[in-house]
């Protein structure tokens, strides 16, 4: 019996794109297709099989602390890209200054997909979903040096809505037009969860 199970859903890349320094900005640059590796997106400052630990996981390791990089890609939906515009007030928000690795089209309240799913490509390109991409600031940044004021809405219209970080499990070419199957754990959600998030 298969651990992950191919859904219904399926959504369409309709952005591509990668972060060169994080250094000098959190803005991604466009690309029409890319060939991905186990390290990543060619070019991708958030690229590599490890990672130095950040505050996100400051309650399991010091910060620094060289882990396993399972932040390789960030992925968001064009529709909670929209929502999160429509609650700033801006028209739009440019997928590149979010720092997004790719932008999918078709999967509803696509932040919430179970954590360890999979998005398939014909061509057999696996992504592996680590979990839920929490809003920061730095988006923020980028957003209030396009549009003054605008800037600081940005983490708590985002909330939610910030799309979820992922790693390749299998590289292969994706395209834009591309469509992504979503594959889920053969799970039930843990009964004990609310009891663990009290404790």
Partial sequence: MPALKPTSFAATITWLGHVPSRELSLRSVHAEAVDV???????EDHG??????????????????????TRQLSIVSAEE???TAEAMGLERIDPAWVGASLVIEGIPDFT?????????????VGIAIDMENRPCVL?????????EGFGARYKPAAK?????????????????G???????????????LEAA???
């Fill in 112 to 124: 919430h997909v179970p954590p360890s799913s999979r998005l398939m490509s014909a061509s057999g």
């Fill in 48 to 69: 590599g099989p490890t990672r130095p630990s950040c505050v996100r996981v400051r309650t399991q390791y010091k910060e620094g602390t060289v882990i396993r990089n």
């Fill in 37 to 43: 590796t186990l390290d990543g997106l060619p070019g």
């Fill in 139 to 147: 988006p923020g940044r980028e957003i209030e040096m396009e549009a």
């Fill in 81 to 83: 890209l929209a929502a």
């Fill in 160 to 176: 939610a809505r910030r799309g979820v970080t992922a790693w390749i499990e299998h590289g292969g070419r994706l395209v834009l």
């Fill in 178 to 192: 591309d469509v992504l199957t979503l594959h889920v754990p053969d799970q039930p959600a843990w009964s004990h």
């Fill in 197 to 199: 998030r009290a404790g």
